[in-house]
């Protein structure tokens, strides 16, 4: 990055979403279709014991990587320990621990691959 | 020629009076001692924060008109169709007669013991948006230990959107009726701190978006977009919540010295019974299935019986009268035509 008399060009913050990839979550919601009805309202992350203790928000998480934002999701997904409290709450039905053991599945993968 | 009503609350008691002013002969039926169904148990009505019990008296003051038989404390055993015409056996023996049946048996007010990690009669100080109307009416808020709240949290969306309690709609009134009880509240308690958790605001009359805005600016309600994950209490019988405040993206725990649940919309077990009885539809929404969403909205599928008010649908006032008067018009079009 330039970097004159002490000033930089900051990266934009904005999600862009013509640029992201969002393909983990095209594959997601169609081999876990209940990941498409999240409507946000945070049960999962009120009870969710790693959300109490660390920065996870399997909330936020899922709504990221819907935007194609994944970069988080890496250092985030391994802060769950599927105790399924989320399962219990949600309103929707999303099968919650299920969509992080096909994240995990997926990002293993990936790495394996690359 | 001569209807028969199933149902006196708003929704009958006004289907019966316009049907009776345009000459039908009305018979309405009511299972309870009085009319007026589940608009006794309210105190005051959203937007104009008019008198309940003043517009339940207009309603039933009006079937004293000579074409209405009233039949209280009654319940129909039996439903037959004879050669065009309903009879209607009731449980004190009696054998009305009628060319059309009206259902307006109504809703009925979630079982809160249901959600039972709010903890609703676990909990000494969790109580539902009904009872917090009891308390409106005889002007008394206390907590179980006879103290002045000082924190009181309004819990959106109970056994509504939720398909845990088998509830998958939106009941609608919650959302507006939860703000009308905080601003009541708040002219009860001018220095305690109310709060709503909601999912999403759902202002859908008029007025009621100004009257969410007022809540805000005039009488400093908080808004909480979270949804409830549990609740438990502590030895001074304080209710501690745990939700998400999903505008920060934070867990967020409060204590509450009273917690109000907003219980959602039910079909009855009265219009249940009749929709087994008559053969009618249900949704997949639990409440009675209309012919047509847009043209007969009155109309079920067996011929000559109608609906009208809340039990097709979770419905406020305003529309429950509307839909009774349409359920009239759509009664006397369809005498007009029927051939005896």
């Known amino acids: 990055m330039m970097n004159f008399w002490g000033f930089s060009i900051a990266e934009a913050r904005v999600i862009d979403y013509d640029k992201n990839d969002k393909s983990l979550a095209e594959m997601l919601a169609e081999e876990m279709p209940t990941t498409r009805l999240c409507i946000g309202c945070g049960g999962c992350s009120a009870t969710c014991t790693a959300g109490n203790l660390t920065e996870f928000n399997i909330r936020k998480l899922q709504m990221l990587l819907k935007r194609g934002e994944t970069k988080d999701l890496r250092d985030q997904l391994h802060k769950c320990m599927l105790c399924g409290k989320c399962l219990l709450v949600c309103p929707r039905g999303v099968d919650t621990r299920k969509m992080i053991l096909f994240l995990f599945r997926q990002l293993s993968e990936q790495d394996h691959n690359s | ?340």
């Open chain 2, 1 to 340: 020629m001569s209807v028969i009503i199933i149902g006196a609350g708003p929704a009958g008691c006004e289907a019966a009076y316009q049907l009776a002013q345009a000459g039908e002969k009305v018979e309405l039926i009511e299972q309870e001692a009085q009319p007026g169904g589940n608009l006794n148990n309210w105190y005051q009505l959203f937007p104009d924060r008019k008198s309940a019990q003043e517009l339940n008296r207009q309603l039933i003051l009006r079937l004293e008109h000579p074409n209405i038989r009233l039949h209280l404390g009654c319940m129909p055993t039996k439903i037959d169709r004879r050669e065009g015409r309903f009879e209607v056996q009731l449980n004190d023996g009696a054998l009305l007669t009628g060319q059309a049946l009206l259902i307006a048996g109504g809703f009925q007010l979630f079982n809160a013991h249901r959600k039972e990690e709010y903890g609703y009669g676990i909990y000494e100080n969790v109580i539902t948006s009904v009872e917090l109307e009891n308390f409106f009416t005889n002007q008394r808020i206390q907590t179980s230990t006879g103290q002045l709240p000082k924190r009181v949290g309004f819990i959106h969306c109970v056994g509504s959107r939720d398909e845990k309690t088998c509830n998958f709609h939106c009941s609608k009134l919650c959302c507006v009726t939860a703000v009308k009880q905080a601003i009541e509240l708040r002219e009860i308690l001018p220095e305690a701190e109310i709060l709503c958790f909601y999912m999403d605001m759902r202002m859908f009359g008029p007025g009621y978006e100004e009257m969410y805005r007022e809540a805000q600016e005039k009488y400093r309600i908080k808004f909480v977009r979270g949804r409830l994950s549990e609740a438990s209490e502590n030895k001074a019988k304080q209710v501690l919540i745990k939700a998400e405040d999903t505008l920060i993206g934070k867990p967020l725990k409060m204590t509450l010295d009273l917690m109000v649940l907003m219980v959602g919309m039910e079909l009855s077990a009265g219009s249940r019974q009749l929709a087994e009885m008559t053969g009618i539809e249900k949704a997949t929404n639990g409440f009675l299935r209309v012919k047509d969403p847009h043209f007969a909205t009155n109309e079920t599928n067996q011929k000559g019986i109608f609906l009208a008010g809340s039990c097709s649908s979770p419905m406020n006032l305003t529309d429950t009268l509307t839909d009774a008067r349409s359920a009239a018009l759509t009664i006397r079009e369809y005498l007009k035509h029927i051939d005896l």
